[in-house]
């Protein structure tokens, strides 16, 4: 069983850039796929990134293609987020959540294990 801590967010002006930590226990982690999702108020959870468990493949939202980037340190039990170019858009809460699984799912459901988010804000 995988337990999920983000870390990294604040409060930053647009252009900025951050970079998210998702730090996970278990010796296994290797053996997990590791998503990122974002929820904004009022609005619904959407998909972010993935990495798979080898870090030989991503995949992203097309609403963060070519600013955000996906990485993963498994001898660390780490996945990371970096964002750059940060747009008000942009402001959420960021989970991130792990499955055991070859394919990257862009739904959340299809994820077993989640962290308890951190937030992101993004000012003009």
């Known amino acids: 069983q995988a337990q999920l801590v983000e870390s990294g967010g604040g409060s930053v002006q647009a252009g900025d850039s951050l970079r998210l930590s998702c730090a996970a226990s278990g010796r296994t982690f290797s053996t997990y796929l590791v998503a990122w999702f974002r929820q904004a108020p009022g609005k619904e959870r959407e998909f972010v990134a993935c990495i798979s468990r080898s870090a030989a493949g991503t995949g992203y939202a097309d609403s963060v293609k070519g600013r955000f980037t996906v990485s993963r340190d498994n001898a660390q039990n780490a996945v990371y987020l970096q964002m750059n170019s940060l747009k008000p858009d942009d402001t959420a809460v960021y989970y991130c959540?792990?499955?055991?699984?070859?394919?990257?799912?862009?739904?959340?459901?299809?994820?077993?294990?989640w962290g308890q988010g951190t937030q992101v804000t993004v000012s003009s």
């Open positions: 959540a792990a499955r055991r699984a070859v394919v990257c799912s862009s739904s959340g459901y299809a994820y077993e294990y």
